[in-house]
């Protein structure tokens, strides 16, 4: 799985240099990726570098908090320093990512990682005030389907994902894309030959 993605097309790349992927396999990792606070740091800095203030500022949380979280981040190596500058007599600290992606698998604190992702989204679809005019769609269905063509779509999926995150960062609303494949157990008809015989 992985958490989230970004392109290396220069729109949307964030301005500093990174790996494409990183596939985590410590624990530590996950325990560090796996925070509200700190998935939403990562999640921030795929737009640009960022210092410790910009990240308080954005989140509403106090510099001390993000400055903690930052260090739990860069000491799993899940982000790092890429530059500083000069601000009247003071060095700030930018930080990045180490990765554009992170693959992780369900084990740990990413065990139920799927159901926060759908919580956060059924939390933020609340919040849009009724009425609003800003373009918005949800839908679920179901399909029976052979687990090969739920693999293709599996695939799709992620380069519709792909593709949202190329999006140049502009405009003055952030709009959530949440695409998901997930096996049920709800029931489904019997197979064409084997209906309508009880009349």
Same mark, same amino acid.
């Given at each position: 799985?992985?958490?989230?993605?970004?392109?290396?097309?220069?729109?949307?790349?964030?301005?500093?240099?990174?790996?494409?992927?990183?596939?985590?396999?410590?624990?530590?990792?996950?325990?560090?990726?796996?925070?509200?606070?700190?998935?939403?740091?990562?999640?921030?800095?795929?737009?640009?570098?960022?210092?410790?203030?910009?990240?308080?500022?954005?989140?509403?949380?106090?510099?001390?908090?993000?400055?903690?979280?930052?260090?739990? /981040?860069?000491?799993?190596?899940?982000? *790092?320093? !890429? $530059?500083?500058?000069?601000? @009247? &007599?003071?060095?700030?600290?930018?930080?990045?990512?180490?990765?554009?992606?992170?693959?992780?698998?369900?084990?740990?604190?990413?065990?139920?990682?799927?159901?926060?992702?759908?919580?956060?989204?059924?939390?933020?679809?609340?919040?849009?005030?009724?009425?609003?005019? /800003?373009?918005?769609?949800?839908?679920? *269905?179901? !399909? $029976?389907?052979?687990?090969? @063509? &739920?693999?293709?779509?599996?695939?799709?999926?992620?380069?519709?994902?792909?593709?949202?995150?190329?999006?140049?960062?502009?405009?003055?609303?952030?709009?959530?894309?949440?695409?998901?494949?997930?096996?049920?157990?709800?029931?489904?008809?019997?197979?064409?030959?084997?209906?309508?015989?009880?009349?």
């Amino acid at each position: 799985m992985a958490d989230c993605t970004a392109s290396a097309d220069h729109t949307s790349a964030p301005d500093y240099d990174l790996d494409e992927q990183l596939e985590l396999t410590h624990p530590r990792q996950y325990r560090a990726l796996f925070d509200e606070t700190r998935a939403d740091i990562v999640n921030l800095l795929l737009e640009r570098a960022a210092t410790t203030s910009d990240l308080a500022q954005a989140l509403g949380k106090p510099k001390g908090t993000i400055g903690h979280h930052l260090k739990t /981040l860069a000491d799993a190596g899940l982000v *790092r320093v !890429v $530059r500083t500058k000069r601000v @009247r &007599a003071i060095d700030a600290i930018y930080y990045g990512r180490t990765a554009r992606v992170f693959l992780f698998d369900r084990i740990g604190e990413a065990t139920n990682q799927p159901q926060r992702t759908m919580e956060i989204a059924s939390s933020e679809v609340a919040h849009v005030p009724a009425g609003s005019q /800003l373009p918005q769609t949800v839908g679920l *269905r179901h !399909v $029976r389907i052979p687990a090969e @063509r &739920a693999e293709e779509w599996k695939r799709r999926l992620h380069e519709l994902v792909d593709e949202f995150v190329r999006e140049p960062r502009s405009g003055e609303v952030s709009y959530g894309l949440l695409v998901g494949l997930y096996p049920t157990d709800r029931p489904s008809l019997p197979s064409p030959e084997g209906a309508g015989e009880d009349g």
